[in-house]
């Protein structure tokens, strides 16, 4: 029989690998998606006729019941949110509405209509913040330290509720930084990479930057959205870290990223203050054992890969844009 799955936030970078990973498995898949004027399908153009579509709105609970009801799925991926951290302080109640609070409605939809679907919920490191200890675990205590972070905790802990009351399938996967050429170019690592193209292609003179001593744990979008999948596939809900395990900071970004275009950084990267968050994050590196250990989840592709993979992408689209 069919499995069928509900993926919120299908249009974005990690709705749209895992929409890819689920199809490719024989999954019957449906996508949330909220009524605009111009709908964005870039990331699933390829995919979107293998698509059902169904209408509804994170923050309308009765639009998730019906959205439910019609895919009536066997699992539910909830990525769905206000996802930029830097937006979150210009939109703090908005990125509390959809992020926080639409997780709730998204899990009572399942709870009154499909109480026996799987649940995953796409948590964040962003809900670690100011850390309180190196490497971070499902046992590290949260500090959020953006109204994005905030949220996300929320979110995290509604489904442990939801869990523990409803005796629901329920899990969270506490995803580290992850990247990919269909990564927003609001994100420091696309905003990189594309500048890195662009300054190559002389189509750009200079890339203006924050905190280059920020350290993140980056890993791919497509080998996360396989362990979101591999939660759900266990015999009972858990929550995990999904990261790489290595940190690096901007500034090797930056470098990787300019190096493989031949470009020195230093020769075009401006410190602007307006880019350093009011509170930042300094270091966040996760500790993935218990996701090698339990879901047998393995990294395929690496930081430098991930680097020059996304500048290549960059490259490609704008020399095509240019010889069109």
């Known amino acids: 029989m069919t ?3 509900l993926v919120t936030g299908i249009t974005g970078q990690d709705g749209s690998y895992l929409a890819e990973l689920l199809l490719s498995k024989g999954y019957k898949v449906y996508g949330l998606r909220r009524r605009t004027s111009v709908p964005i399908m870039e990331n699933i153009e390829h995919i979107k006729n293998e698509i ?3 209408d509804g709105d994170l923050l309308d609970q009765g639009s998730l019941i019906n959205a439910v009801r019609t895919a009536n799925p066997d699992e539910v991926y909830n990525l769905a949110a206000q996802s930029f951290v830097g937006t979150s302080w210009d939109q703090p109640v908005l990125t509390g509405q959809s992020t926080g609070i ?5 899990l009572e939809a399942v709870r009154l209509t499909k109480p026996e679907a799987r649940f995953y919920q796409a948590s964040s490191s962003e809900m670690f913040g100011k850390v309180v200890e190196t490497p971070q675990k499902e046992t590290t205590p949260f500090y959020p330290r953006s109204p994005y972070g905030v949220a996300k ?6 489904t442990v509720n939801y869990r523990e009351s409803y005796d629901m399938y329920a899990c969270s996967g506490i995803l580290f930084n992850h990247e990919s050429p269909r990564r927003g170019v609001e994100f420091v690592t696309r905003k990189v990479t594309d500048a890195a193209a662009r300054i190559k292609l002389g189509l750009q003179n200079e890339l203006r930057m924050g905190n280059l001593d920020a350290k993140r744990d980056w890993g791919f979008a497509g080998d996360y959205v396989k362990a979101m999948w591999l939660m759900l596939q266990q015999d009972t809900p858990d929550d995990f870290v999904i ?3 290595e940190t690096h900071t901007v500034e090797e970004l930056v470098e990787i990223a300019f190096g493989h275009v031949g470009l020195s950084w230093r020769d075009y990267v401006v410190v602007d203050p307006k880019f350093v968050r009011p509170a930042e994050v300094d270091l966040l590196l996760g500790d993935c054992t218990k996701a090698k250990e339990k879901l047998g989840w393995k990294l395929e592709v690496d930081f430098e890969q991930l680097v020059t993979m996304m ?3 960059d490259l490609r689209k ?3 844009s240019n010889n069109a």
């Open 52 to 54: 059902e579509f169904v």
């Open 102 to 106: 639409g997780v709730t409605n998204m």
């Open 3 to 5: 499995k069928k799955a």
């Open 243 to 245: 990261s790489t395990g």
């Open 311 to 313: 500048v290549e992408s």
């Open 153 to 158: 905790v929320y979110g995290h802990w509604i």
């Open 318 to 320: 704008y020399s095509s």
